[in-house]
């Protein structure tokens, strides 16, 4: 195989400290082939040993933009983001700033805060697509909120080191939807360690499925019917609530015994774990809106397809959605998803964020920068399209404290792209995640 | 673009839609100020293309190409114009339907001719994407899924007003082939790949016997063997005059399929090419041409794990052709453009992209006289985009097919099948599934009364 001497390693990216792995990528094809092949040796970018479980030892790093959007302010032309010990510790112009010579210095075009996916299941939907890798749904039940994520999520799976290279540094991911409940979510840095060592929220959300993609055709089993499949949950949820109150109120000695499964839908009762719905038609998505309205539940909509059709309703409800990807294929429950859907629930006022999904063929992952740029295509304006895979899929997935914006105080999390990140032609080229430097593609 | 009477008999269609170009439009039509990308030859920057009966006339710079008086002008200044894109490799129009079935694993007798629903959404979400001609593909479930079916995409109620006919008058197309681990089943299909390429090479061999049979016969109808639609098809492979459009994703299963070729002396194209970057070398040496689609991820399927976005540029430098494709419903039409903005981005050059969406795909489909440039003599196929084609802000806003308009974004009902809304959803379906389950529950409720 001939070298890739047509492939510009990190282009405008000026590496004060060239870490030996990212010459290794322009060597040849082998070596790519290796890296993917050990997965062990890219999760942890630059040490030799395990990368510091606390950001606390990360260096130093000085991150200049051309433009520079920091996505809760308006852009820097020529600015700098400086991040110490993890964590950010000034944005603003470069000009008149000077930080040490141990600080490491990354040049790019464009630097945004790193990616924030507000539904995926990358880590526990692998890339392989064979059984032994894939772990997003048990069909042995239809209602099992009680399954972790924290104990399917493979943080050396590929596909995590693949989405980071891109510039996606937060997911919330784990289990997926196909089943009335299928399990809990959890949102991790993309790191690539442990799921204990890159975790935001071990247990963020439980993930619902209403319609007609968590029935089942097979005689006799249930849910057959989307409404067999809310009948289903709304009898949970009142058990949970029947359980919660007797374990509350009852003495210990008459306590109902521990019920894993009454514990997570408890939580989703009171708001501490809400439950991420996922609905595509019109009619599933009012369901959903039903079953919250009932037991006063805090949900997020997923998917939502159709909301145009039921706009008012979702606007309302005050809930948010987790837009499908722009590019998800249209067929079934999605066979009238708009590319301009982002658009519409921009100008409706409805908070959202765009996801990349559930796969279970090629592409095995979705990006969802490249689903923000769709978006951005057809109609959203550019800003919207940016803060939708950042700080507004931060808040949704209750962790804007932390990343999502380039501000004072956050988490070192930022991504370097050698052009406008939206455009098809434009490479990352480099990522940041709590003051550790990644390659980008 | 005038629809013909679906009655009529095939000879008479064809003699018809000869004529019919000729009556559609014999007014020229004159696309002024816009920045034309010819494929065939440098960017104009402010261009005139000149179509007239559903041909181009002249394309050239605006100051020396003389308009014809008569002519409709059409201002396109701030526009693109560049060829209508050409898809190698596509499964709108029915999917599953187009192709062979699961009696066994070589069925060249299939004809997705016959399993093609032109009423599908997917053809009208292609026509918005630019596309002007498509190679639909039956599947890639078997070794050999049947004979696939090159379309122009013009308005149509029936099939036949799609087709692309060849001059002998019958319709163009390829020969679905494919290896690896998507035809491997239980018995009778292959287990392995050896056992694959077996049974490929006993049919072609087979085919090579029967050819050599009808040869021997003259004209001696007594000694001719009996027809056998399958070995017929192979026969037209073997003769040069289908070519093989071949799925492989592997490596070895690409050189097998180069040894095959080799073998038999049929033409092929390889389709996908996941790891066409390992033997690359080795294609261009057999002067093979390559269609291969931009994913956004590698995986979903074992032999998928080792793709590639330095793809298209790895095989630009060791000088294969290279034609993209969407393989719909992989990708979608819709953001065909993308795939040449992919390429760019894997580091393949801006020329080699355009080209991997139309002239490289016309070669591919034997069609490069017809199509894939904007080139005077050839078919009038383009699009008018509203900026630069690797773009992701840019809009087809409408695409031509034969010097007609056949997609305008600005029509409310075209820019439905662009973006997609209520209504986009496959109008046919809905249909077939309610009656088909109306039955069922009017067949339950009879079963339980009596």
């Given amino acids: 195989m001939k070298t890739f001497s047509f492939l510009r390693v990190l282009p405008s990216l000026s590496l004060a400290r060239p870490s030996a792995r990212c010459v290794a990528r322009t060597l040849a094809p082998a070596l790519l082939a290796l890296m993917i092949a050990v997965p062990a040796s890219s999760a942890a970018p630059e040490a030799a040993s395990p990368a510091p479980a606390a950001p606390v030892s990360a260096p130093s790093v000085a991150i200049r933009g051309d433009t520079v959007y920091p996505v809760n302010g308006s852009p820097l032309k020529d600015g700098l983001v400086l991040i110490r010990e993890g964590r950010i510790v000034y944005v603003g112009p470069a000009a008149g700033q000077s930080y040490g010579a141990d600080v490491r210095e990354l040049r790019a075009a464009v630097v945004v805060p790193g990616l924030v996916d507000a539904r995926a299941t990358v880590g526990v939907s692998g890339m392989l697509n064979q059984p032994h890798d894939q772990e997003q749904v048990d069909r042995s039940a239809p209602l099992q909120p009680e399954l972790r994520a924290v104990d399917a999520y493979n943080a050396r799976d590929e596909l995590v080191a693949y989405v980071r290279a891109r510039g996606v540094t937060t997911v919330h991911t784990g289990h997926g939807p196909g089943v009335t409940i299928s399990g809990q979510t959890l949102v991790v840095k993309t790191k690539g360690r442990t799921a204990e060592a890159d975790v935001l929220r071990p247990a963020a959300m439980i993930a619902a499925t209403l319609g007609a993609d968590a029935t089942t055709a097979d005689r006799g089993k249930s849910p057959g019917t989307p409404a067999k499949a809310v009948a289903l949950l709304r009898t949970e949820l009142i058990k949970a609530k029947e359980y919660a109150d007797k374990r509350a109120k009852l003495p210990e000695d008459k306590r109902p015994p521990r019920d894993l499964r009454m514990e997570a839908l408890g939580r989703a009762l009171d708001g501490s774990q809400p439950l991420l719905i996922s609905v595509d038609r019109g009619r599933d998505i009012l369901a959903a809106l039903r079953v919250a309205r009932e037991f006063n539940l805090k949900i997020v909509l997923e998917g939502c397809a159709e909301a145009p059709l039921v706009l008012d309703e979702i606007r309302t409800s005050g809930f948010p959605v987790v837009l499908h990807p722009t590019m998800e294929r249209s067929f079934g429950t999605r066979e009238n998803l708009s590319m301009e859907t982002a658009a519409v629930l921009r100008r409706a006022g409805i908070p959202f964020a765009i996801q990349s999904g559930f796969e279970d063929y090629v592409p095995k992952t979705r990006i969802v920068l490249y689903e923000a740029a769709v978006a951005a295509g057809q109609g959203l304006d550019r800003d919207a399209a940016l803060a939708a895979i950042t700080l507004d899929a931060a808040r949704i997935i209750g962790v804007a404290d932390r990343v999502g914006s380039l501000e004072v105080g956050k988490d070192g999390d930022v991504a370097l792209y050698d052009g406008d990140p939206f455009e098809y032609v434009t490479r990352c080229v480099g990522v940041v995640i709590d003051g550790v430097v990644y390659p980008g593609e | 673009m005038s629809i013909r009477h679906p009655s009529f008999p095939a000879a008479v269609v064809l003699a018809l839609s000869l004529a019919a170009a000729a009556v559609a439009q014999t007014r020229p039509i004159a696309f002024q100020g816009g920045r034309i990308l010819p494929v065939e030859g440098a960017p104009i920057e402010r261009g005139v293309l000149i179509v007239q009966d559903g041909k181009i006339v002249a394309v050239g710079p605006q100051d020396s190409t003389p308009i014809p008086s008569g002519a409709e002008v059409r201002d396109v200044s701030g526009k693109v114009l560049m060829p209508g894109l050409v898809d190698s490799h596509s499964h709108i129009g029915g999917g599953s339907g187009v192709g062979a079935d699961g009696s066994g694993p070589i069925q060249p007798e299939v004809r997705a001719l016959d399993g093609i629903d032109v009423g599908s959404s997917s053809i009208a979400k292609a026509r918005a994407g630019g596309i002007t001609t498509v190679n639909v593909m039956p599947g890639s479930g078997h070794l050999i899924s049947?004979?696939?079916?090159?379309?122009?995409?013009?308005?149509?109620?029936?099939?036949?007003?799609?087709?692309?006919?060849?001059?002998?008058?019958?319709?163009?197309?390829?020969?679905?082939?494919?290896?690896?681990?998507?035809?491997?089943?239980?018995?009778?299909?292959?287990?392995?790949?050896?056992?694959?390429?077996?049974?490929?090479?006993?049919?072609?061999?087979?085919?090579?016997?029967?050819?050599?049979?009808?040869?021997?016969?003259?004209?001696?109808?007594?000694?001719?063997?009996?027809?056998?639609?399958?070995?017929?098809?192979?026969?037209?492979?073997?003769?040069?005059?289908?070519?093989?459009?071949?799925?492989?994703?592997?490596?070895?299963?690409?050189?097998?399929?180069?040894?095959?070729?080799?073998?038999?002396?049929?033409?092929?194209?390889?389709?996908?090419?996941?790891?066409?970057?390992?033997?690359?070398?080795?294609?261009?040496?057999?002067?093979?041409?390559?269609?291969?689609?931009?994913?956004?991820?590698?995986?979903?399927?074992?032999?998928?794990?080792?793709?590639?976005?330095?793809?298209?540029?790895?095989?630009?430098?060791?000088?294969?052709?290279?034609?993209?494709?969407?393989?719909?419903?992989?990708?979608?039409?819709?953001?065909?453009?993308?795939?040449?903005?992919?390429?760019?981005?894997?580091?393949?050059?801006?020329?080699?992209?355009?080209?991997?969406?139309?002239?490289?795909?016309?070669?591919?489909?034997?069609?490069?006289?017809?199509?894939?440039?904007?080139?005077?003599?050839?078919?009038?196929?383009?699009?008018?985009?509203?900026?630069?084609?690797?773009?992701?802000?840019?809009?087809?806003?409408?695409?031509?097919?034969?010097?007609?308009?056949?997609?305008?974004?600005?029509?409310?009902?075209?820019?439905?099948?662009?973006?997609?809304?209520?209504?986009?959803?496959?109008?046919?379906?809905?249909?077939?599934?309610?009656?088909?389950?109306?039955?069922?529950?009017?067949?339950?409720?009879?079963?339980?009364?009596?």
């Avoid at chain 2, 991997?356 to 005077?376: H, K, V």
Wanted: hydrophobic share 40%.
């Fill in chain 2, 146 to 450: 049947g004979q696939t079916l090159y379309l122009k995409l013009r308005p149509a109620r029936t099939i036949d007003d799609l087709l692309i006919r060849l001059p002998d008058g019958s319709p163009a197309g390829g020969l679905k082939m494919a290896n690896g681990t998507n035809p491997r089943r239980d018995a009778p299909f292959p287990g392995t790949r050896g056992k694959a390429a077996s049974l490929v090479r006993e049919r072609y061999v087979a085919a090579q016997e029967y050819q050599a049979k009808v040869a021997r016969a003259k004209d001696d109808p007594e000694k001719r063997p009996a027809r056998d639609l399958a070995l017929e098809q192979l026969g037209e492979v073997l003769a040069g005059r289908r070519v093989v459009q071949h799925h492989s994703h592997r490596h070895d299963d690409i050189m097998t399929v180069l040894r095959l070729s080799k073998e038999f002396g049929f033409k092929v194209v390889l389709h996908h090419v996941s790891e066409g970057w390992k033997v690359a070398d080795e294609i261009a040496a057999a002067g093979v041409a390559c269609s291969i689609i931009y994913v956004d991820s590698p995986g979903g399927k074992l032999e998928a794990r080792d793709m590639d976005i330095r793809i298209g540029a790895i095989m630009e430098k060791a000088g294969v052709r290279v034609g993209f494709h969407t393989d719909d419903p992989i990708t979608d039409s819709r953001l065909f453009l993308r795939s040449a903005g992919m390429a760019v981005r894997g580091g393949m050059s801006r020329d080699g992209a355009l080209a991997g969406l139309t002239l490289a795909n016309a070669e591919i489909l034997g069609l490069q006289d017809r199509i894939g440039s904007l080139t005077p003599g050839k078919d009038a196929d383009f699009v008018v985009l509203s900026g630069d084609p690797l773009s992701v802000y840019t809009h087809v806003e409408q695409t031509w097919i034969e010097g007609a308009l056949a997609f305008d974004r600005s029509r409310p009902a075209d820019h439905l099948w662009a973006v997609g809304g209520p209504g986009a959803g496959d109008p046919l379906r809905p249909h077939y599934c309610c009656f088909g389950n109306a039955w069922g529950v009017i067949a339950a409720a009879n079963a339980a009364a009596q």
